[in-house]
């Protein structure tokens, strides 16, 4: 677009001036004259340089400051015809006229330049006889005969201004916008201009000093090598049992060099400017494991010298892990209560008279089997169980026998159920 324009303004007339005519007035008084009108003309200027009034075909001309300007058409001043100009003394009256439309023209200027990258500046444009166009470059084409608005470029970047008309142009206006580029530090930006303080190291050991420089950033570009925003000297270390442990950190300690399992005796001690927290009966930087077996929920796992621990085995229910042991254990019988009712055996009632019977009662579990037998010959089977007898005619001893689960035992259990005597005279 700018060199199609710069083109364009080669091929317009150069100058649009056609003539002029001056009246001095070297004496006091006020002097009365003629002007003749060009038969042709575009535009007629009157310009009065005095410290009083004069005026152009009847038209005042008030000097302010000591100078006057007035502009005519052709529809204002007929085209050769005579007008009368009256100048006071001690002045100098120039009446100049074109043939043609000044030239358009153009100028562009900022709030501020330059600016930092990331920073806004305000630009503003005015124009003058552009009637056709003005072109803004990195803008574009802008109406009216001025405005003004926010621009925020990331480089340097040029706004020069380019203004056509029917007078033709009198071309490009240069403008730029110089934008300095900040630069990345810490995470975060610095801006053109500005300094930091930076260091060779984040940390410095105990007994040191952190080695600076200040850093400048130069449109984009940071000067020194430091790359650390800030710098601390470490506080002082703790050793205990052989071992270092630097300000801050931690480090586990044990109560004695064999446990089963070590974290069974271990506490964490954590080191603060020498000094170790915690209790000072842990005092030994490592632990060796005693073999061990315990329990992980149902499985039975195993830890070695090494304090490497592995399952050797799972438990399935009702069978279950008990620390210490490497086999599953067996859970011994329970007798489930109920109401009144224990779960043992029992009978009721166990004293009645001949030929009656009574009930017989048991629940059990974490068995395998159960039986219950009597003396005269009842016999029923289960876990639990409440069983009506034959008629009893002599005392009965009812017996409960159950098989328990592997490697647990059952005790059997009888009831004894009586009749009542009866008695006769002899």
């Known amino acids: 677009m700018k060199k199609l324009l710069v083109l364009a303004i080669i091929l317009l007339p150069g100058s649009v001036f056609a003539g002029s005519q001056t009246y001095t007035a070297s004496s006091g008084y006020t002097h009365l004259d003629f002007f003749s009108v060009p038969s042709s003309f ?4 009157v310009e009065l340089w005095a410290s009083s009034s004069g005026s152009f ?31 006071p003394g001690w002045s100098t009256m120039v009446v ?22 990331g920073n806004s500046s305000t630009l503003s444009w005015s124009s003058a006889n552009a009637d056709d166009y003005v072109y803004i470059e990195s803008v574009g084409y802008v109406s009216g005969s001025s405005g003004s608005f926010s621009v925020s470029p990331s480089e340097t970047t040029d706004y020069s201004c380019y203004a056509s008309g029917s007078g033709g142009s009198d071309g490009w206006h240069e403008a730029e916008l ?32 952190c080695t600076s420089e200040t850093r400048t950033c130069s449109d984009g570009t940071l000067s020194g090598s430091y790359t650390h925003a800030s710098c601390e000297v470490s506080l002082a270390s703790c050793t205990l049992d052989g071992q270092t ?14 446990g089963s399992p070590c974290s069974a005796i271990a506490q964490e001690r954590t080191c603060t400017d020498g000094s ?19 329990c992980s929920g149902n499985d ?65 579990s974490n068995v395998q089997s159960c039986a219950v037998t009597g003396g005269n010959g009842d016999s029923w089977s289960g876990l639990s169980g409440q069983k009506t007898s034959s008629p009893i005619t002599a005392q009965t001893i009812y017996t409960l026998s159950c098989v328990p689960l592997e490697g647990a035992s059952f005790s ?8 009542v005597p009866v008695f006769q005279e002899i």
Not at 57 to 68: C, F, H, K, Q
Not at 245 to 258: E, K, L, M, W
Not at 345 to 361: D, E, I, K, R, V
Not at 412 to 419: G, I, P, Q, R
């Open 42 to 45: 575009y535009q007629l200027t």
């Open 276 to 294: 170790l927290s915690g209790s000072a009966s842990y005092q030994y930087a490592s632990c060796t494991c005693a073999p061990l077996y315990s």
């Open 178 to 209: 110089v934008v300095y580029g900040s630069c990345a530090w810490d995470g975060g930006t610095l801006s053109h201009g500005s300094s930091t303080t930076a260091y060779e190291s984040s940390t410095v050991p105990y007994g040191e000093t």
């Open 300 to 364: 039975i796992t195993y830890t070695d010298a090494s304090c490497t621990t592995t399952t050797v085995l799972s438990c399935v229910s009702p069978h279950f892990c008990s620390p210490g042991t490497s086999t599953c254990v067996s859970p011994e019988p329970v007798f489930n209560a109920e109401g009144s009712l224990s779960g043992h055996l029992q009978a009721s009632p166990t004293l009645l008279p001949s030929f009656l019977t009574t009930t017989l009662f048991w629940n059990v």
């Open 245 to 258: 442990v630097p300000h801050g950190d931690s480090h586990t300690f044990y109560s004695s060099q064999t």
């Open 96 to 117: 100049s006229w074109s043939e043609s439309p000044p030239p358009a023209t153009c100028a562009v200027s900022f709030s501020q330049n330059p600016i930092v990258s």
């Open 412 to 419: 059997d259990e009888s009831v004894t159920v009586n009749v």
């Open 57 to 87: 075909n009847n038209d005042p001309l008030v000097p302010s400051g000591g100078y006057a300007s007035k502009t005519y058409t052709p529809s204002q001043v007929t085209p050769g015809s005579s007008v009368i100009v009256v100048y």
